[in-house]
């Protein structure tokens, strides 16, 4: 790949979103348990929200108070220690302590959904503090998608997937990944709908996230900014 203008510039990455750690966190709802209690239209309005959810949060749209719920059960204990930022179940979760820390940066349309990440009785809160689910609306073209993923090159750091509807970023190659300068104007997070499953942040909201020291979980990676 040769460039055509490269900048000084840099974005950072989030990639937790895109690998395989995911911890045991599930919306009540969701569980076989709850679904075994209910009647077959509840199941039906379960695996329907599973969709719409899923594919909601990766437009980069707003979820519905419908879609996120509230109890959701994570396989832990409040005297152990929870990341900052967790893939939980296959969305960003955050901490009341990275939240404030977040907030303090330009997050144009980013919603923190609250959660209430109990035991499966309900009863024991299994954090030591709240958790939301972030909830990224701010919608940017990461761009240079065909010259980073070049059907059929396992060698690239794109795995194009759909004739380029969507990307997917290869495990351990998302620092390889090049993004558009102009892609850097607006809040300091935002997704790529036709990129899902990472976050990209601006180099100050990464910088702050290190120094309160909030960063462990997110995996975040530095990538080059230009034009390909």
Sequence with gaps: ME??????????????MNGINIESVLRKEFGD??????????????????????QTWRRGDVLTAEQVGVVWFYNSKAEYHTDPFINGGGYPLVSETTKSVLEQFDLGHTVFH?????????????????????N??????????EALGPE????????????????????????????????????????????PSILFLSEALASGLKTAGVDKGWGLVRASVGTL
């Design 3 to 16: 460039s055509q203008g490269m900048d000084d510039r840099c974005v950072w990455i989030a990639t937790t």
């Design 114 to 134: 609250p959660l209430r990440l109990l035991d499966p009785t309900e009863t024991v809160p299994t954090t030591s503090e709240p958790y939301y689910l972030l």
């Design 33 to 54: 348990r709850w679904k075994a209690r209910r009647s077959a239209e509840d199941v039906e309005w379960s695996n329907r929200m599973v969709d719409e959810a899923a």
């Design 152 to 195: 059929g090159d396992l060698r690239a750091p794109l795995n194009c997937r759909g004739g380029g509807v969507v990307y997917l970023p290869r495990g351990g190659k998302e620092k390889d990944l090049v993004v558009l300068p102009e892609a850097l104007n607006g809040p300091d997070i935002w997704i790529d709908p036709k990129v």
């Design 136 to 145: 990224v609306c701010n919608k940017r073209s990461m761009g240079n998608y």
